[in-house]
């Protein structure tokens, strides 16, 4: 039983973590196109596909670092919980 709470309390957690990083993360189709408009505007056609490159490399980038977190996030969680579940164990065997 307690395995179950446990396990639903670290779900719990990592559930809004996830919708933060989804929401922080959404990169539209009409905000790639405003970016693509602005180029146009300031750049000349041969520098366009080089900062298009650096953009999604940004991009990428960026999704690594946020999954990395997540990942450490997933693990200090998972940590806190067991080390909280010991510790009730051994408050309760006293």
Do not use: C
């Amino acid at each position: 039983m307690k395995q179950g709470l446990l396990q639903q309390r670290i779900t719990f957690a990592l559930d809004n973590s996830t919708e933060f990083a989804v929401t922080k993360n959404n990169f539209t189709l009409e905000a790639l196109d405003s970016i693509i408009n602005q180029m146009k505007l300031e750049l000349t056609p041969e520098e366009i596909p080089a900062a298009l490159e650096r953009i999604v490399d940004d991009k990428h980038q960026k999704e690594l670092q946020d999954w990395l977190l997540k990942l450490y996030e997933q693990k200090a969680i998972e940590l806190k919980e067991e080390i909280l579940a010991l510790l009730e164990e051994k408050v309760g065997k006293q």
